[in-house]
C-alpha cells in the first residue's frame, strides 16, 4: 500500500518526534555529570553534584516529605475512592449516580491554579494551618476522582452472576464485599494507587498555592530553587528522579501484567 | 447489598464531594464579589472588562490557541504513523514516559537548552549564527509548552486511529481514492473525536500553566494562570483572583463543550 519513500519519510518524522521527546531529558541528565558547573561546555565527568544533593540535609528532608504526602494521600485516597466507586456501582438512581460521576470529574478537568486557588480559600476559611496537614489533605482530595475512576470500569468488567452465585450461596454483603468484589477489582485498585501516587509526586501548582512558607515538596522546591538559575545539583536530582519514576512505570507495568495473568488464571478456575 | 453498607461506603465519598469539589467552587464565586477591603461589590468583572484584562485575555487565549494548533500539527502525523507500525506498544510506551517526568523538572532543562551558551545556541553558532537570548522570548515559552504537552495530543488520536476499522481505508483506496483524499475524507473525520478530545486536554491546562511563564518567559508572557497566581499569592487581591478564576472556568466549560464528543449514529 505505501511507497518505500512514504515509509522512509514516516520513520524519519517518527525518529525527529522521539528524538524532540528525549533530547531534554538526556541533556540534564548528561550535565549532571559535568564538572564545568554549568548546563554547557561539558568539561569532565564528576559526581560532585550528587555527593552535593546527598549532603544537603534540608532536601533530603523534602525527599522524605514528598514521599510520606505521595504514599500517604495515595493509600488514603484510594481507600475513601474505592469506597465510592463500589457505592456508585451499586446506586440504583441513575441521576444521582451520573450527577455524582460528574462533580467527580470536576476535579480531574478543573485547572490546577484554580483547585490551588480554591484550596487555599477553604484551608483559609476553616482555618487550617497551611504547611504539612494542608498540601496532605489536598493531596488527598485531588487524587480520590482518579482513583474512582480507575476502579469504576473493573467493576463494570465483573460479572453480575458472580455476586449474585455468592448471595445465592449465603455469603452476607460483607463477606460478598470482601470475598468476591475485593479481590475481584484489586487490580483496579492497584492501577487506582498508583496514579495517585504520581499526581502527588507529579503536582507542583496545587501544592504551590496551599504550602505556605515552612514547608515545601520536590516540585516547589525545584521551582524556588530554579528561579534563581541554573544548578547542577537540580540535574542531579532529576537524574535519580528520572530513575525512580522509570522504576515506577515499570514496576507499575509488571504489577498489572501480573495482576492480569493472574484474573485470567482464576478465572479458568 | 443492603442501604446500610451501600451508603456507609458512599458516605466518606459523597461527604469529599462537598467539601472539595462544592464547596471549594462556591468559595471562589464568593470571593469574587469582594474588593481588596472586603466590600460587596461587582468592580472585579468591571475591571476584568477593563481593557488591560481583556487583553491579557486575549493574549492569553492566542497562546493557547497557538499552543494546541502546533502540538495538533505535530501529533497527528505522528499518532498516523505510530499506528502503522510495528512495535507499537514498545514505541507507545517511549511517547508515553516523558509525560511521568515532573514538568518542573521538563521545564528546567530548558532553561539550560536555550541558554545563552547552551545547546540551541551551540548549534546555530555551526551556521555562523552569533548567540543570542533564547530563553524569555514567546517562541521559548510556546516551544517548551508544545514539548510538555505532545503527549497528551498524540495519544488520544492514536486510540481513535486504532479503534479506525483498517478495512475502510483499503475499501477507499480500492475504490480509486488517491492518498490524500483516503487523509482528508476517511481517516480525519474518522479521527475527529481524538482530535478533540486531544485539544480539550492541551488547550485549557495552557490557558492555566503559570511555572512555564515564570522560569522560561521570564514574565513576559502573562496568562490567566500567571494572573490567578499573581493575585492570590503575591498582590493577595483574591477578589480580583477568584474573578479570572470564573473566567477560567467558564472558558473550560465552553471548551469542553466545543470539544465534546459528537455521538455517531
Known amino acids: 500500500m505505501e511507497r518505500t519513500g512514504s515509509r522512509w519519510l514516516s520513520r524519519l518524522y517518527l525518529i525527529i518526534v522521539f528524538i524532540f521527546l528525549y533530547v531534554p531529558i538526556v541533556y540534564m541528565i548528561v550535565y549532571s555529570f559535568n564538572a564545568g558547573g554549568q548546563m554547557h561546555h561539558f568539561s569532565g565527568f564528576t559526581l560532585d553534584w550528587y555527593r552535593e544533593l546527598f549532603s544537603d540535609t534540608r532536601l533530603l528532608m523534602i525527599v522524605l516529605n514528598t514521599l510520606i504526602i505521595a504514599l500517604f494521600s495515595a493509600a488514603v485516597a484510594t481507600a475513601v475512592g474505592t469506597m465510592g466507586a463500589i457505592g456508585l456501582y451499586f446506586l440504583t438512581q441513575r441521576r444521582v449516580r451520573e450527577g455524582l460521576l460528574t462533580l467527580n470529574n470536576i476535579l480531574i478537568v478543573n485547572p490546577d491554579v484554580v483547585i490551588g486557588a480554591s484550596f487555599l480559600i477553604l484551608f483559609t476559611v476553616l482555618g487550617i494551618q497551611l504547611g504539612f496537614i494542608s498540601v496532605l489533605i489536598a493531596h488527598i482530595a485531588f487524587s480520590i476522582p482518579i482513583v474512582v475512576l480507575m476502579v469504576l470500569p473493573k467493576l463494570y468488567e465483573m460479572p453480575r452472576t458472580l455476586i449474585d452465585a455468592a448471595s445465592d450461596l449465603g455469603a452476607p454483603p460483607r463477606q460478598v464485599l470482601t470475598r468476591v468484589i475485593i479481590p475481584f477489582i484489586t487490580p483496579g485498585i492497584m492501577a487506582g494507587f498508583f496514579m495517585a501516587l504520581t499526581y502527588s509526586l507529579d503536582d507542583f501548582a496545587v501544592t504551590f498555592f496551599v504550602t505556605g512558607s515552612g514547608f515545601s515538596t520536590l516540585s516547589v522546591e525545584i521551582y524556588s530553587r530554579a528561579r534563581h538559575g541554573i544548578s547542577l545539583s537540580i540535574n542531579a536530582l532529576s537524574t535519580i528522579l528520572f530513575g525512580v519514576t522509570m522504576l515506577l512505570v515499570f514496576g507499575y507495568y509488571w504489577l498489572s501484567q501480573r495482576g492480569a495473568r493472574r484474573l485470567a488464571l482464576w478465572v479458568k478456575r | ?265
Not at chain 2, 545556541?121 to 517562541?139: K, V, Y
Not at chain 2, 511555572?211 to 499569592?233: K, P, S
Open chain 2, 1 to 265: 447489598m443492603t442501604r446500610t453498607l451501600k451508603w456507609t461506603l458512599l458516605a466518606p465519598y459523597m461527604l469529599w464531594i462537598v467539601v472539595f469539589v462544592i464547596i471549594p467552587i462556591a468559595l471562589i464565586a464568593w470571593n469574587s464579589f469582594f474588593d481588596l477591603e472586603g466590600r460587596l461589590t461587582l468592580d472585579n468583572f468591571v475591571r476584568f472588562f477593563s481593557p488591560t484584562y481583556l487583553k491579557m485575555s486575549f493574549i492569553s487565549i492566542w497562546y493557547a490557541f497557538l499552543i494546541t494548533f502546533i502540538s495538533l500539527l505535530v501529533a497527528y502525523p505522528t499518532a498516523y504513523v505510530l499506528s502503522r507500525t510495528r512495535h507499537k506498544q514498545l514505541l507507545l510506551l517511549l511517547i508515553i514516559l516523558p509525560s511521568w517526568v515532573n514538568l518542573l523538572l521538563k521545564t528546567y532543562a530548558f532553561m539550560g537548552i536555550f541558554g545563552m551558551y547552551g545547546l540551541v545556541n551551540a548549534f546555530l553558532s555551526l551556521f555562523g549564527i552569533p548567540a543570542q537570548e533564547i530563553l524569555f522570548t514567546d517562541f521559548s515559552f510556546i516551544f517548551v509548552s508544545v514539548y510538555i504537552f505532545i503527549p497528551f495530543m498524540i495519544l488520544p488520536i492514536y486510540n481513535a486511529m486504532e479503534e479506525m476499522p483498517r478495512g475502510l481505508i483499503e475499501a477507499a483506496l480500492d475504490l480509486g481514492a488517491s492518498q490524500w483524499t483516503v487523509i482528508r475524507r476517511v481517516i480525519w473525520p474518522l479521527t475527529l473525536d481524538g482530535v478533540k478530545t486531544g485539544i480539550q486536554a492541551v488547550f485549557i491546562p495552557s490557558l492555566s500553566l503559570f511555572m512555564i511563564t515564570r522560569l522560561i518567559a521570564g514574565n513576559r508572557v502573562i496568562t490567566l494562570g500567571t494572573a490567578i497566581e499573581q493575585h492570590f499569592l503575591v498582590t493577595q487581591d483574591w477578589g480580583m483572583g477568584a474573578t479570572i478564576a470564573i473566567v477560567l472556568v467558564l472558558m473550560m466549560v465552553v471548551t469542553m463543550r466545543f470539544a465534546q464528543a459528537t455521538p455517531r449514529a
